[in-house]
């Protein structure tokens, strides 16, 4: 009989649920344990789920129902200090939600602790596990566009370096996945319409370290002559239609985003002259329930796949850390004004790199909230109301 994988969630918030539920209804993993210190969030989920191992200390729920897969759906920074006490006490198997750490050394620590137990970790990167990117790299396989030549990728448009934090990572995991690794990067980062400063670094919402720039435009270089354009822009609203990217091909262009992925049969084409033609995806084998996004299902089906043949998560910790890599590189290059080759050699942050030598300390603590957050750069900036638009 094949295997079923048992995992526990650490962290019973919105990401957790989503993500458990997956879990829940896979035929091949169950959920037997949750931890959380919200103890009324904690026996939400566990009511909903039927998972009566409830727990509010992790090596206690590690030692009750030893799992397979060990969840770490919270904020960022605390991502690397959980995933570290899951690892000391038992050597299992981690799914970290994204970012996987908020820098380098830690993603450099996580990673070599994890491979000394041969213990895998994915990162939550649920929308690579579509369906949709499936038949865009199935599209490219088939040589429908021709030569690739250039992808272009935009964010929902929030405060760009958060972006890059938040939603980027989503992007840039999907984009990886079907240009390989990136090479070198070229930034510009603008904050208030001029080129950062060591004064417009500052603490992300959110937990997820130490972010700058308003306004991001990076080019990347991939192999085999490809590059891509990744847009951070903040404007106003937050549209998730915007969220995706596009392949621009000799022969065609192919388009991807979290509803479906398209194809255009020409290099180029004025409105009107052209349409876009939807690509044909594989479904789950039967209507999945209420509460269970088909991005996650397909993730948890990516992990059980990978595990049974002894390997890694296709978001495994390598592509994770190799996010980071690229978030930094586009960090250090608008800071410096110079492209920069991956992977670095200094694994520190270059922000904060940026703030000691202009004689600054760390960023003052911020909001985490993302609202609170967003008020504050503006009173800061003195921006219109308008210029940050609806907030989420």
């Not at 596990?129 to 199935?138: E, N, Q, Y």
């Not at 435009?217 to 354009?229: C, K, R, S, V």
């Not at 911020?366 to 940050?388: D, F, I, M, N, S």
Request: proline share 7%.
């Amino acid at each position: 009989m094949a295997r079923t994988y048992r995992a526990a969630l650490l962290g019973c918030g919105n990401r957790g649920a989503y993500a458990s539920r997956a879990y829940r209804y896979h035929p091949r993993t169950d959920v037997v344990g949750l931890c959380d210190l919200d103890r009324a969030r904690l026996d939400a989920l566990g009511d909903e789920l039927g998972v009566a191992d409830r727990f509010d200390d992790v090596e206690a729920m590690l030692a009750a129902v030893e799992p397979d897969i060990v969840l770490v759906p919270v904020q960022t920074d605390l991502h690397f200090p959980l995933a570290m006490r899951v690892l000391a006490a038992r050597a299992c198997h981690l799914d970290v939600e994204k970012p996987m750490t908020v820098d380098l050394a830690q993603a450099d620590a996580l990673l070599a602790r994890a491979g000394e137990l041969g213990a895998q970790i994915a990162v939550h990167h649920q929308g690579s596990s579509l369906r949709s990117l499936s038949a865009v790299k199935r599209a490219l396989a088939e040589g429908r566009i021709g030569v690739p030549l250039h992808v272009t990728s935009n964010g929902k448009g929030y405060y760009g370096g958060y972006e890059l934090m938040n939603m980027g990572t989503h992007m840039l995991n999907a984009l990886l996945a079907v240009t390989g690794p990136c090479r070198r990067v070229t930034a510009t980062l603008l904050t208030g319409g001029r080129p950062i400063a060591a004064e417009d670094v500052v603490q992300s919402p959110s937990g997820m370290g130490t972010i700058a720039g308003q306004q991001i435009t990076a080019t990347l270089e991939f192999d085999e002559m490809l590059t891509g354009t990744l847009h951070q822009h903040m404007f106003p609203g937050i549209e998730r239609e915007a969220l995706g990217f596009e392949i621009a091909g000799t022969e065609g262009r192919l388009r991807w985003h979290y509803d479906g992925a398209w194809i255009q049969p020409v290099p180029w084409a004025v409105p009107g002259r052209a349409r876009w033609e939807a690509l044909p995806e594989r479904q789950p084998p039967e209507p999945l329930p209420d509460g269970v996004n088909a991005g996650e299902y397909w993730y948890v089906d990516d992990y059980v796949t990978a595990l049974d043949a002894g390997g890694s998560h296709p978001s495994d910790g390598r592509r994770g850390r190799h996010i980071i890599e690229i978030i930094l590189a586009i960090f250090e290059s608008g800071a410096y004004r110079r492209p920069v080759t991956l992977p670095q050699a200094e694994r520190d942050h270059p922000l904060l790199r940026l703030r000691r030598e202009a004689g600054l300390g760390d960023p003052d603590p911020a909001p985490r909230p993302y609202r609170e957050w967003l008020a504050v750069q503006a009173a800061k900036h003195g921006w219109p109301v308008e210029r940050t638009g609806p907030l989420p």
